[in-house]
């Protein structure tokens, strides 16, 4: 199995600041890593496929980067709606697994 | 609009079965590969399993490969997990997800449901 491991684990930042969260992936996935976005109680949230391309309606201020096994996910200047848990999901093999995911929270 | 809920979730026992249903609307069901994934109290996304357009694939992580079978009723445009010899460690919340892709699949997942809580408890 693919091991995804992201990092940090957990961050407190201000509304306006620039956030980037890391996922290395155990082996090479060229650009098969997908991000999303988890608020309790609410469905998780399609953000980034591909490694870089935006999900439709997600806002610009989110951007995805990377490729073989080291991926940034960076919101540019964070706002109070995008408090929330991050995932990175590799889509290389089966079984398809998530990062253990970047809890994001308000200082 | 896409749309998808999950229903069947509750309190089992262990060694218990249960079966979760996802009912689709706002999109060509038959079209798309479906997926269950899950959440369990203090830890991250786990994929469970996937089954393609027409059934004839399907995929199962390791813990649950001979306990759940996937399935889907593309008359009625639902999704289905039949959970068998359930154990406390499958608790969690269990999302219907739709495949970004039709055909063959991408594996990842542009909607999902709300979620059914499933608790696995004696």
Not at chain 2, 51 to 71: H, K, L, P, Q
Not at chain 2, 109 to 121: E, K
Request: aromatic share 12%; with cysteine; charged share 15%.
């Amino acid at each position: 199995d693919i091991q995804m491991t992201q990092s940090p684990s957990s961050l407190s930042a201000s509304v306006g600041d620039r956030v980037t969260i890391s996922c290395r992936a155990s082996q090479s996935i060229s650009r098969y890593l997908n991000w999303y976005q988890h608020k309790p109680g609410k469905a998780p949230k399609l953000l980034i496929f591909a490694a870089s391309s935006l999900q439709s309606g997600v806002p610009s201020r989110f951007s995805g980067s990377g490729s073989g096994t080291d991926f940034t996910l960076t919101i540019s200047s964070l706002q109070p709606e995008d408090f929330a848990t991050y995932y990175c999901q590799q889509s290389y093999s089966t079984p398809w697994t998530f990062g253990q995911g970047t809890k994001v929270e308000i200082k | 609009e896409v749309q998808l809920v999950e229903s069947g979730g509750g309190v089992v026992q262990p060694g218990g079965s249960l079966r979760l249903s996802c009912s689709a609307a706002g999109f060509p069901f038959h079209n798309y590969t479906m997926h269950w994934v899950r959440h369990a109290p203090g830890k991250g996304l786990e994929w469970v399993s996937l089954i393609s357009w027409n059934g004839a694939s399907r995929f199962y992580e390791d813990s649950v490969r001979v306990r759940f079978t996937i399935s889907r009723d593309n008359s009625k445009n639902s999704l289905f997990l039949q959970m068998n010899s359930l154990r406390t460690d499958d608790t969690a919340f269990y999302y219907c997800a739709k495949d970004k892709e039709t055909g063959g699949g991408s594996y990842f997942f542009d909607a999902w449901g709300q979620g059914a809580l499933v608790t696995v408890s004696s």
